[in-house]
């Protein structure tokens, strides 16, 4: 038993390092970069609260554990904007391979576990990692429209740029939260371009 809790204690020492994995998005204030950790927990409240909203039934405990984990491969990845220029077959070569790493530091029944949820969210098939992905698009829209947009500013982000790369996520697992976020969207990208 020793030695389970030890590896347990060791995955979650790890998991710490995600609180300093600053992500191009900003806190809504747009008084610094937000960490990753505060994404996790910020987007697991978010799938609580909007879980009305799905277009499917889902398990809202496996959304929510799904996004606990979900960004914790940026501890060796480190996080790609969404709007970034990164190439996509490298950063998923990387992020397995973190998966691997991290998850693995756990006992083998939690390791298998946590990187199968973890697969399940990367391959969005399911209702439940459907609606974890839109949520995941969501937050960081609201945190720049209430921060200016600004790192839609950052790195020149255009409205289509947010629909194709967050709308049909985002849609495709709630729809009627797109829409309300869709208007928002219009309304900014009205006023300061885009």
Not at 148 to 166: F, I, K, L, M
Request: with cysteine; hydrophobic share 40%.
């Amino acid at each position: 038993m020793t030695a389970r809790i030890n590896a347990q204690l060791a995955f979650l020492t790890e998991a710490d390092k995600l609180k300093s994995t600053l992500r191009a998005t900003t806190l809504c204030d747009g008084s610094r970069r937000e960490n990753s950790g505060e994404h996790s927990w910020h987007i697991a409240l978010y799938a609580m609260v909007l879980a009305e909203h799905t277009n499917r039934p889902v398990n809202i405990d496996r959304v929510i554990r799904m996004l606990l984990i979900h960004d914790l491969v940026e501890i060796d990845a480190g996080d790609t904007p969404i709007h970034g220029d990164e190439d996509p077959t490298e950063i998923a070569l990387i992020e397995q391979a973190a998966a691997t790493r991290i998850f693995g530091l756990l006992p083998e029944d939690q390791a298998r576990q946590f990187r199968d949820l973890w697969d399940e969210f990367e391959a969005a098939e399911t209702d439940d990692a459907i609606f974890a992905k839109s949520i995941d698009r969501v937050q960081p829209v609201i945190s720049n429209l209430e921060s200016g947009g600004q790192s839609w500013t950052d790195y020149n982000v255009t409205r289509a740029q947010v629909e194709t790369r967050v709308g049909q996520k985002v849609h495709r697992g709630a729809p009627a939260l797109w829409a309300a976020l869709k208007a928002r969207i219009d309304a900014w990208f009205d006023t300061n371009g885009g």
